[in-house]
């Protein structure tokens, strides 16, 4: 029973990396071309939906954790040193996931506080990749991370507002793709047979040889 529930963990959570990858590659790139509004906020969620119907299978914190760096190596093997800028994001993200699942739990609440806690990350992250790899000091990056026409007077208010903006989309976001979440769960769910189960139906089969 043990080798089949380790090769079965191991083969779902590969699965999950591999989504991921090929949504981020696909779906990602496709959005990030169109300049379709929210798209990375929105790929946070489909993330954050992969990674917990793994983490129902078996949970236990890490899982998640190891799920998002594998994801990044992947991605980065995939496209190259273009997507070395999101390997921080990738991992913060799942790291920050695991964190708030294992915490509190499957629930739609839970998913709303993990779709607000990816969310805010995710733009963190893009700030410090600006910072980092662009070479645009934090308060000319937070400026142009917030650029939709508005006149902002103060650091501190495009700080508040952008923070609060992450925070409300991400858990809008969340809460929206919850039915969606329990739908693919309960589809995917497959009972793991028993040591009992397996034992009563080798008898089964002995009395019918």
């Known amino acids: 029973m043990k080798p089949y529930s380790f090769t079965r963990d191991i083969a ?28 990375g906020s929105f790929m946070v ?41 999101i390997m ?34 995710a733009f963190l992250c893009k700030l410090g990749n600006m910072y980092v790899f662009r070479g645009i000091p934090l308060d000319l990056a937070l400026y142009k991370t917030a650029d939709i026409g508005v006149h902002w007077e103060s650091l501190q208010t495009v700080l508040t507002v952008m923070v609060a903006y992450r925070l409300g989309i991400g858990a809008l976001l969340a809460w929206l793709s919850w039915p969606c ?16 189960d397996s034992a009563a139906s080798v008898a089964v089969n002995d009395r019918q040889i």
């Open 45 to 85: 969620i489909i993330n954050a939906c992969a990674y917990i119907l793994a983490f129902q299978y078996k949970p236990r914190f890490g899982r998640i954790t190891v799920m998002g760096l594998a994801s990044a190596i992947v991605n980065l093997l995939m496209a190259g040193g273009l997507k070395i800028m």
């Open 88 to 121: 921080p994001a990738l991992i913060a993200e799942a790291l920050v996931i695991d964190i708030i699942v294992s915490a509190l739990g499957t629930s739609r609440w839970s998913f709303a506080v993990c779709g607000a806690g990816a969310s805010l990350t």
């Open 12 to 39: 779902i959570m590969a699965m999950v990396v591999a989504c991921n990858t090929a949504l981020e590659l696909t779906l990602g790139t496709l959005l990030h071309a169109l300049k379709f509004p929210l798209t």
């Open 181 to 196: 979440l329990a739908h693919l769960s309960s589809a995917l769910s497959v009972s793991v047979p028993t040591a009992t």
